[in-house]
């Protein structure tokens, strides 16, 4: 399969008073025609701001490094005049947030919302646009969609205002949807339905999902390749099995082993990583986890390590650099 | 369900509940809020946050309560504190019913019952030293000198893992996971017996989450707490629980110990819940209950059973007859006409 998306050493920085905040600091991936990349990490790991980098929607004082390469389709996003990046953005890649809510406007209707987005990039008429609008709708499976069309987005429930922003986002049939933290603020019953909805709709539409989530779990279900992130770099990547039963970097490992699976108990200690995430104005010299890793060595104080290949996954890992290091196999209780 | 899991480390049982047993008991519980409407602010119905809740909280262990948004189990963890005085029932807190407590003797009783907030941004005076803040309750009560409670802030700020230099600065000054630490210090200096813990974990990334939630075990054992633990995280609340209630718009439809819960769910609810929890297992999920619809309104809830209009079973019985809390062996009680039906072809933790 073809890339659709190539990033090579993205590096996005805020230069402030107190100096450049590296939030984001040589990544590299890429996704295929149709893929789905899974970017996890906690606060402040840089995978946000990834995403918003890869659309330029990066405010001063943030920058995207002119070193940086986004290449979409053969034109590098990076560098591309503002005007022909307004004609990719919302029409061949679309982005869906974490609170629907601020990111529709109070005083339209959805309907009227969907169907602005639909006119502004694509040339139709006012009619045809409400008729794609109510189309998004169904497809989007909101119940009684020609009635829920003008109703305004306090009038919703979380779960039917994120509907609303996946059909907007998908009403001009993107390439590429860039998901940061889609249903992190909803209940878990509805959850499931933005996932179950999420994975018909690229089956359906052959899009490509970036998404990025703190939540391993979100991961494993709806991805097909992770890229673990820590102090604004990819530490670890591959296949999302591979990724989660045989995790190469002790970041990965810890993080995995930390949360507690259905049906885990208090008498087994959860794995703690001690310590805090380092602050992206300073990051420790080496590798960036070595402050806080249980197997770091001299080595990893002062040297960062690159990603070493290690089957189908690369790891930033010392551990790594002649092959595979033995990792206790994860396992459920349920 | 498989029955056959086998779960590598086995809590102890829970205690035999009997009267001494029970710290705290709480009967009939409601809690309404009016909800007030137009210009004149007339109340045009109630939010029925808690309606009808019987719960016992044994000494000694923890119990969880889970639901989604709206599903009243922050309103049930302050209620049962009578941070929010409730609308109807009764409370029982050591062998003393303290709905009926004058504003002196609930301020003694509440040296004995404690809350530790989710938002620890909120629930922290941002002009108090982090040492007066975890002293504010010893001085409330007028316990030890100066220079004592001092010591015990020290003392207090060590158990919680931090440095004792932290008294001196303020909560702005510390990330999440420590200002977790500090309302933690802030809610045991007192030795209460009954600690809630709303979403203590929930504003925490991973990392810092296992960090906590171990803590709050160890912390458990060496004060000898007794926990209601609220969260909306169904493996968080499993892991740190011995037993688990499952609620739905103000009431409990569920309430098992920890492993037979998961073992063997009996409420559609419940079912559903434990098979929409993501986990980092991938290719699990082949069959997914995914439930329509959101959570009615608890201004109006349906007649009869509140689940019924999501859940996949329903029958006509469950509009006319609201089910109760039914005993099924093995100290597990569930509130539904049909238990234990499988709502989905294979089993949710089937691999």
Redesign the interface.
């Given at each position: 399969m073809t890339d659709l998306l190539t990033v090579e050493n993205l590096r996005t920085g805020f230069h402030t008073h107190g100096g450049v905040i590296r939030a984001v600091d040589g990544v590299d991936f890429s996704i295929a025609k149709g893929g789905a990349l899974g970017v996890v990490g906690?606060?402040g790991s840089g995978k946000s701001v990834t995403a918003l980098s890869i659309m330029r929607l990066i405010d001063l004082p943030g920058r995207v490094e002119p070193t940086s390469t986004i290449s979409f389709e053969g034109r590098d996003l990076a560098t591309l005049p503002e005007d022909e990046l307004t004609k990719i953005r919302g029409n061949e890649i679309s982005m869906i947030f974490q609170e629907p809510m601020t990111s529709l406007n109070p005083v339209f209707t959805v309907g009227e919302q969907i169907a602005e987005s639909v006119r502004l990039h694509q040339n139709v008429g006012a009619r045809e646009a409400d008729d794609r609008a109510l189309e998004m709708m169904r497809l989007v499976g909101i119940p009684s969609a020609e009635k829920r069309m003008r109703d305004y987005p306090h009038q919703m429930?979380g779960?039917?205002r994120q509907r609303v922003m996946i059909g907007m986002a998908l009403s001009c049939n993107p390439k590429l949807l860039i998901a940061d933290e889609p249903t992190t603020a909803l209940?878990?019953?509805?959850?499931?339905?933005i996932?179950?909805l999420m994975k018909e709709l690229r089956e359906k539409l052959g899009m490509a999902i970036l998404l990025i989530t703190?939540?391993?779990?979100?991961?494993?279900?709806m991805v097909d390749e992770v890229a673990v992130m820590y102090g604004g770099k990819i530490v670890e990547r591959g296949p999302?099995?591979d990724i989660?039963?045989n995790p190469q970097h002790p970041y990965t490992e810890?993080?995995?082993r930390?949360?507690?699976?259905?049906?885990?108990?208090?008498?087994?200690?959860?794995?703690?990583?001690?310590g805090?995430?380092p602050s992206p104005l300073d990051w420790p010299q080496g590798c960036r986890f070595a402050p806080r890793c249980d197997y770091a060595f001299d080595r990893c104080a002062t040297e960062l390590p690159p990603l070493h290949v290690v089957g189908e996954q690369q790891a930033a890992c010392w551990l790594c650099e002649n092959g595979a290091r033995d990792v206790q196999p994860l396992?459920?209780?349920? | 369900m498989s029955t056959d899991a086998v779960t590598p480390s086995v809590a102890p049982e829970p205690p035999e509940p009997s009267e001494d047993d029970v710290l705290l008991s709480v009967r009939g519980l409601k809690k309404h809020f009016p909800v007030k409407q137009g210009l004149l602010k007339r109340t045009s119905g109630y939010l029925q946050a808690v309606d009808g809740v019987d719960l016992e909280v044994r000494r000694g262990e923890t119990l969880g309560l889970v639901g989604e948004s709206g599903c009243g189990k922050s309103t049930l963890g302050r209620t049962i504190l009578r941070l929010l005085e409730p609308t109807a029932g009764e409370i029982t807190f050591d062998g003393v019913e303290i709905l009926g407590l004058g504003s002196k003797d609930m301020k003694d009783m509440r040296r004995h019952m404690q809350i530790v907030f989710q938002d620890s941004v909120g629930s922290l005076d941002p002009r108090m030293k982090v040492g007066d803040l975890i002293a504010e309750g010893l001085s409330i009560h007028g316990i030890g000198a100066r220079k004592e409670r001092e010591a015990v802030v020290h003392e207090m700020l060590g158990r919680v893992g931090m440095p004792p230099e932290a008294a001196d600065r303020y909560p702005h000054q510390f990330s999440g996971g420590q200002r977790q630490r500090i309302g933690l210090a802030r809610a045991l200096v007192l030795q209460p017996k009954l600690v809630v813990a709303d979403e203590p974990v929930s504003a925490l990334d991973v990392s810092i989450q296992s960090q906590v939630l171990n803590l709050l075990v160890e912390l458990k054992e060496e004060f000898d707490l007794t926990y209601v633990f609220v969260a909306h995280d169904l493996a968080v609340v499993g892991y740190i629980s011995d037993r688990v209630a499952v609620m739905y718009l103000g009431r409990i439809v569920e309430i098992a110990p920890s492993d037979e819960l998961f073992r063997r769910p009996l409420h559609p609810y419940t079912m559903a819940l434990l098979s929409a929890n993501p986990e980092p297992i991938p290719g699990r999920k082949s069959t997914r209950i995914v439930l329509t619809g959101d959570v009615p309104s608890p201004i109006d809830p349906p007649s009869g059973c509140r689940f019924r209009t999501r859940c996949p079973i329903a029958q006509q019985i469950c509009s006319e007859v609201d089910p109760a809390l039914q005993d099924h062996g093995l100290d597990h009680r569930a509130a539904c006409h049909f238990p234990g039906t499988s709502i989905a072809g294979p089993s949710p933790a089937a691999a």
């Open positions: 906690e606060s429930s779960g039917m209940d878990v019953t509805v959850q499931a339905q996932l179950e703190h939540d391993l779990g979100v991961v494993a279900e999302v099995k989660f039963e810890a993080l995995l930390s949360i507690p699976l259905l049906g885990m108990r208090y008498t087994t200690p959860l794995k703690a990583i001690r805090m995430v396992v459920a209780p349920l | -």
